[in-house]
């Protein structure tokens, strides 16, 4: 199993195998699941005191803030397999 990191903004980066959901912290239901994992000291700010505009939620439960976009997570995310795959062929 390869490790893959994805960076997340300022420096930060995530191991891209652990990530289950990005989603946008617009909704009361994630509002309140962020205020859940900082009551349970699982949640990891790394959006160096910026608007946070996405939370990705890893297999361990940990939220991640993060001042990037979702969708731009998520290309990064996709960005990272498509060498892979060419090299592969």
Sequence with gaps: MDIKLINIGFGNIVSANRIVAIVSPDSAPIKRSI???????????ATYGR?????????????????IQPETVAN??????????QTQE
């Design 35 to 45: 205020t859940e994992a900082r009551d349970r000291a699982m949640l990891i700010d």
């Design 51 to 67: 608007r946070t505009r996405a939370v990705i939620v890893t297999d361990s439960g940990h939220m991640v803030l993060s001042a």
């Design 76 to 85: 990064r995310l996709f960005a990272k397999d498509a060498p892979e795959d």
